[in-house]
């Protein structure tokens, strides 16, 4: 775009509306006094712009663009044509009798309907409409003035400088109010759609932490259980007396099928490291009260003696003979010596296959 081009769209646009030709010329004189001359100073503006890369040698255009119309209907419809341009007046210098059409009043009523942010200077030497209806009907009262007839010139000059300023200044400030109010409604969108996602992802921590919670009072109620089956183990002879064998099955089933299978769905679970650690703690501990009751039912059918299932207990346990001798106060060798009855005993002649994992699997 050249910079003639980028002038005519940036000057305040003025409107003039009288039916009079010497009002025309008279402001046309006033706000825009070079006339022809213009066609003159483009073309040395052009001419300095080719020579020397540039224009500001050459002064400067008129500051506003100027429109005239000598009836109220044609200036509804060039008001009317600049809003569907977007191409609004600043201003319109507004006459009050325009024989032989519509007066002001109608007139400046039409406009404000069509622009409520044009500034409208009523022009007048004698008016039959009262001022105050004037006001009370082209409102808001700062966009419209009066300027009484015969016009001066320092008067149109400072009234369109202040009046196209005002206009800009409105303007820009209500561009930037509809950016604001649109960034605005982008951040509370934004805002709403975060919130929703935290309280979607609180929701889903609450279900967990009751699902956890749940999971929690059942394994709290199976180790009660444990007690009770516990406090009926007690030690007693070697042999199991009547009924004892029934307690194991009762316990070895309990761990088994009804406690360990909560244990498993509730590691599988998004635990904390210390939860993960609790949960560690009472399948180890199942474990080790398991593992006696296991033995016992094993030893009903494989014959085994009250030390070969201490041996075995600690085999199954991981231990190596070299603990179990320390932990029974046992020798090597005899420790070894039960090992080899157990492998007997239990019918393992394959000494590749490991005694740990066959006693772990009853």
């Known amino acids: 775009?050249?910079?003639?081009?980028?002038?005519?769209?940036?000057?305040?646009?003025?409107?003039?509306?009288?039916?009079?030709?010497?009002?025309?010329?008279?402001?046309?004189?006033?706000?825009?006094?070079?006339?022809?001359?213009?066609?003159?100073?483009?073309?040395?503006?052009?001419?300095?712009?080719?020579?020397?890369?540039?224009?500001?040698?050459?002064?400067?255009?008129?500051?506003?663009?100027?429109?005239?119309?000598?009836?109220?209907?044609?200036?509804?419809?060039?008001?009317?044509?600049?809003?569907?341009?977007?191409?609004?007046f600043a201003m319109v210098f507004l006459d009050m009798r325009m024989p032989p059409g519509r007066d002001g009043l109608w007139t400046a009523s039409r406009i404000r309907e069509l622009d409520d942010m044009i500034n409208i200077l009523i022009m007048t030497a004698f008016s039959d409409v009262d001022p105050a209806q004037i006001?009370?009907?082209?409102?808001?009262?700062?966009?419209?003035?009066?300027?009484?007839?015969?016009?001066?010139?320092?008067?149109?000059?400072?009234?369109?400088?202040?009046?196209?300023?005002?206009?800009?200044?409105?303007?820009?400030?209500?561009?930037?109010?509809l950016q604001l109010a649109a960034a605005r409604n982008r951040l509370q969108q934004l805002l709403d759609e975060r919130t929703a996602a935290l309280d979607m992802a609180q929701s889903d921590l609450r279900e967990k932490g009751e699902l956890l919670d749940q999971q929690s009072a059942e394994l709290v109620e199976s180790g009660i259980a444990m007690k009770v089956l516990l406090k009926n183990l007690a030690s007693g002879p070697e042999e199991p007396p009547a009924g004892r064998r029934e307690v194991d099955e009762m316990l070895v089933m309990n761990i088994k099928e009804l406690t360990e299978p909560f244990l498993e769905r509730l590691a599988a679970t998004e635990l904390t490291a210390g939860q993960r650690e609790c949960v560690e703690i009472v399948r180890s501990n199942l474990e080790k009260i398991?593992?006696?009751?296991?033995?016992?039912?094993?030893?009903?059918?494989t014959d085994l003696t009250p030390a070969e299932l201490q041996v075995a207990n600690l085999i199954r346990q991981g231990k190596a003979s070299k603990d179990i001798a320390e932990l029974l106060n046992l020798s090597p060798r005899t420790v070894e010596f039960h090992r080899d009855n157990i492998r007997k005993k239990l019918g393992i002649t394959d000494r590749r296959t490991s005694l740990r994992t066959v006693l772990q699997s009853l």
């Open 1 to 88: 775009m050249n910079e003639t081009a980028h002038l005519e769209i940036h000057r305040p646009r003025i409107l003039v509306v009288d039916d009079e030709e010497n009002i025309h010329q008279a402001i046309r004189q006033v706000l825009a006094p070079e006339g022809d001359r213009r066609l003159v100073r483009d073309g040395l503006r052009s001419l300095a712009a080719t020579l020397f890369a540039t224009s500001d040698l050459i002064g400067g255009d008129a500051l506003y663009e100027l429109s005239f119309c000598r009836q109220g209907e044609a200036a509804v419809a060039a008001v009317a044509a600049s809003v569907e341009s977007d191409r609004r």
């Open 290 to 301: 398991a593992s006696p009751a296991m033995l016992r039912l094993f030893s009903g059918d």
């Open 135 to 177: 006001a009370a009907e082209v409102r808001p009262a700062d966009k419209l003035l009066y300027l009484q007839k015969p016009l001066r010139p320092p008067e149109i000059r400072q009234f369109a400088a202040a009046l196209a300023t005002k206009w800009r200044t409105e303007t820009e400030l209500v561009t930037a109010n």
